[in-house]
């Protein structure tokens, strides 16, 4: 049985049950690039110029990645905990059921022999 999820958690899951959606390689490259040359543009600023732009801009591309993931795992955090907590439930209670069948079943099987 298949817990009922509100549409964040409905995404969460279709997104996370498909391999090719969900899969990270893409992601890395993205932070690898932008810290690569935010860092960079820093130490060019500091190092090979005496005007400080490239080191804010730098900077500034690091620090834009960093909050933006910050946010971004953010929006889904309680969301994680509650497909948790939902698909246990539903595991008690397809345990209980079939607990409460097998004693059915050998209350029933006693009783005939």
């Not at 009922?4 to 992601?27: H, M």
């Not at 005007?51 to 690091?62: A, E, H, Q, R, Y």
């Not at 595991?91 to 069948?101: M, P, V, W």
Request: net charge negative.
């Amino acid at each position: 049985m298949r817990p009922k999820f509100d549409p964040k958690e409905e995404f969460l899951v279709s997104y996370y049950r498909s391999g090719s959606a969900s899969g990270a390689g893409r992601n890395w490259i993205y932070d690898i690039v932008v810290l690569l040359v935010g860092s960079g543009l820093f130490a060019y600023g500091l190092v090979g110029d005496s005007d400080p732009t490239w080191s804010i801009i730098g900077f500034g591309l690091v620090a834009y990645r960093v909050v933006h993931l910050a946010l971004a795992s953010g929006k889904y955090d309680g969301v994680f905990t509650s497909i948790i907590d939902k698909y246990e439930a539903a595991l008690d209670e397809a345990s209980s059921q079939s607990n409460t069948e097998n004693r059915k079943a050998e209350q029933g099987g006693d009783g005939d022999a």
